[in-house]
């Protein structure tokens, strides 16, 4: 799933792309995927880009007071091509959900995919980002300067879930997915199973500043990089998330995983939990 450096990076690539060029035609492919219908998607044909934006997992393309708002969820992507095929696409089992096809230059635009069957890619056509019921509800982007230790601690105060849980709520922290709270929480050396409530001052500011250097890291590695190998990039970065059995770069304990919510987190237990591996509870219960 792409997470804020993904959505990042895709958002600075279609903003040096799209900015200044006019839409010729919209496909809507995959009609389940377009979550509003007034104005519709073609209202954007004629219309040039004139700034590209991220909130949070959101992409948000603007071409005066339209906004092309899109959440890519587990399995989605946007292609750029300067080769589209000149025949108007056709709905059917494929992953193409949406195309845009651009004025100049010539056969230039971009697809947005969703592979897989599980279909859960939104996109939404509004005129102002907040009518999108996820951006709503976005809490602060710890990208924006008004991200302060003191307002990650005051987010953190009374907080009675487990910190894994807190780090992936998107209306606590806009943008941090599975994959990066576990990168982040073996960054701060933390269980991820440790109560947000019960951190004292000096963990609350080593999860801080793990957050930022996580993503600022993975946004700078992914830098200037073809989509296409953005997914890749991100695979190769992390250092325990889907890293199960593996060694941990840091300590060379081996990384483990267990159940969480509706998946499974990796982390090591040597970095993050004195050495003592997590029970699984999914599994205790079973036993019980
Ligand atoms: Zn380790």
């Known amino acids: 799933m792409p997470e804020l450096p993904e959505v990042e990076a895709l958002s600075r690539f279609l903003g040096d792309e799209l900015v200044g060029k006019t839409v010729e035609r919209v496909y809507p492919v995959a009609v389940h995927a377009l979550k509003t219908y007034d104005p519709a998607v073609t209202a954007f044909e004629g219309r040039a880009f004139d700034g590209v934006e991220r909130h949070g997992k959101f992409l948000d393309l603007r071409a005066g007071d339209l906004h092309l708002v899109m959440h890519l969820a587990r399995a989605g992507w946007v292609r750029w091509s300067e080769k589209l095929a000149d025949a108007p696409p056709r709905p059917g089992k494929g992953p193409l959900a949406l195309r845009v096809r651009l004025a100049e230059p010539a056969n230039s635009g971009f697809d947005v995919t969703e592979a897989g069957t599980q279909k859960k890619l939104a996109v939404y056509v509004v005129r102002d980002p907040q009518e999108v019921p996820g951006v709503a509800r976005l809490g602060p982007d710890p990208f924006d300067p008004a991200f302060s230790p003191a307002v990650f ?109 509706d998946s499974a987190l990796q982390y090591c237990p040597s970095c993050q939990t004195g050495g003592k591996p997590l029970a699984d509870r999914r599994l205790s219960r079973l036993l019980k």
């Open 153 to 261: 601690a005051a987010l953190l105060t009374g907080e009675r879930r487990q910190i894994k849980g807190v780090l992936r709520d998107q209306s606590v922290i806009a943008g941090i997915g599975n994959a990066y709270s576990d990168e982040i929480l073996h960054a701060a050396r933390m269980s991820p199973f440790k109560l947000a409530a019960k951190l004292d001052q000096e963990e609350v500011g080593r999860l801080y500043e793990a957050i930022g250097t996580t993503l600022a890291d993975a946004v700078e590695r992914s830098r200037g990089l073809p989509l296409r190998e953005l997914k890749a990039e991100k695979k190769s970065g992390l250092r325990v998330h889907g890293r199960k059995g593996e060694t941990c770069p840091v300590c060379g304990d081996t990384i483990r995983e267990v159940s969480f919510s």
